[in-house]
Structure formats: structure tokens, C-alpha cells
């Protein structure tokens, strides 16, 4: 049970975060070269398809964080366990807090909409986007070290 428990979560929150670092690193950077136009449809594109994904995905992750958390609440892996699913649901509120609003604008903005404003929200909601995908890479560094210990 534990090896399909390990297996699933790594799949879940591995992909979950190259996701969410590809975003990052290259979706990003590429819509950025296109003109602000087109840049604020692909934009616009990219949260709604997004947007609409994650928020199963992160529950997923959390859950299947939760469950290795249990199991190993009498092991000395429980900390890092503990911590790592903690991080996680941090993310997960400020996710709600901060960064969903925002999504939510850029997915709302009508295709005639002056692409500044979508531009704008995009800047915050990456500045953000990049510390979520830094705290998210711990949580599962900390899980992983956690199950192989």
C-alpha cells in the first residue's frame, strides 16, 4: 500500500509542479516576445485552461500529502511529513487569496479589453506564480526525503 501511496503522490505533485514550472520558466518568457495583443489571448487562454484544472490537482496532491502523513504520524519522518503537507496547504490559501482573483480578472477581460490592463494583472500573478512554485518544490523535497529515510 505505502510503495502505491509513494507512487501517486510523486506522480501527482511532480507533474503538478513541472506544470506550474514550465509556466514559470517557458510559457512565460515565450508570451512575452509575442505583442501585447496576442499576448493577452494566449494569456487569457492559458488562465481559463489552467484555471479550471488546478484546483482539482492541488486538492489531489494535498490529499494524497495527508495520507502519508498519517501513515508515518509514528515514525520519525512525521515532521518533515507534517511540514511539507503544511506548505502545501499554505500554498493552497494563498493560491485562493492572492493569485485565483487575479486569474479569475484575466479570464473575465473581454478579447477587446485594452491588453494593458491583462498585462498588468499577468505581472503580479507571475511574481507571485514563482514563489508558489519555490514553496511547492520544498513540500516535495521534504516529502521525498521523508519517504526515503
Given at each position: 500500500?505505502?510503495s502505491?501511496?509513494?507512487?501517486?503522490?510523486?506522480?501527482?505533485?511532480?507533474?503538478?509542479?513541472g506544470?506550474?514550472?514550465?509556466?514559470?520558466?517557458?510559457?512565460?518568457?515565450?508570451?512575452?516576445?509575442?505583442?501585447?495583443?496576442?499576448?493577452?489571448?494566449?494569456?487569457?487562454?492559458?488562465?481559463?485552461?489552467?484555471?479550471?484544472?488546478?484546483?482539482?490537482?492541488?486538492?489531489?496532491?494535498?490529499?494524497?500529502?495527508?495520507?502519508q502523513?498519517?501513515?508515518?504520524?509514528?515514525?520519525?519522518?512525521?515532521?518533515?511529513?507534517a511540514?511539507?503537507?503544511?506548505?502545501?496547504?499554505?500554498?493552497?490559501?494563498?493560491?485562493?487569496?492572492?493569485?485565483?482573483?487575479?486569474?479569475?480578472?484575466?479570464?473575465?477581460?473581454?478579447?477587446?479589453?485594452?491588453?494593458?490592463?491583462?498585462?498588468?494583472?499577468h505581472?503580479?500573478?507571475?511574481?507571485?506564480?514563482?514563489?508558489?512554485?519555490?514553496?511547492?518544490?520544498?513540500?516535495?523535497?521534504?516529502?521525498l526525503?521523508?519517504?526515503?529515510?
Amino acid at each position: 500500500m505505502t510503495s502505491f501511496l509513494d507512487i501517486a503522490t510523486i506522480i501527482t505533485i511532480g507533474l503538478m509542479i513541472g506544470t506550474e514550472f514550465a509556466v514559470s520558466a517557458f510559457i512565460n518568457p515565450v508570451l512575452s516576445r509575442l505583442d501585447d495583443r496576442a499576448r493577452f489571448d494566449a494569456i487569457r487562454l492559458f488562465a481559463a485552461r489552467l484555471g479550471f484544472a488546478m484546483p482539482f490537482w492541488y486538492c489531489l496532491g494535498l490529499l494524497l500529502l495527508i495520507a502519508q502523513t498519517i501513515l508515518f504520524r509514528h515514525r520519525p519522518q512525521f515532521a518533515l511529513l507534517a511540514t511539507a503537507t503544511g506548505l502545501w496547504t499554505t500554498v493552497i490559501v494563498l493560491t485562493l487569496v492572492f493569485l485565483v482573483p487575479i486569474n479569475n480578472r484575466m479570464t473575465q477581460l473581454m478579447p477587446n479589453a485594452p491588453a494593458h490592463e491583462a498585462l498588468a494583472e499577468h505581472g503580479k500573478w507571475d511574481s507571485m506564480h514563482r514563489i508558489r512554485v519555490a514553496v511547492l518544490t520544498v513540500a516535495m523535497v521534504l516529502f521525498l526525503v521523508a519517504i526515503h529515510v
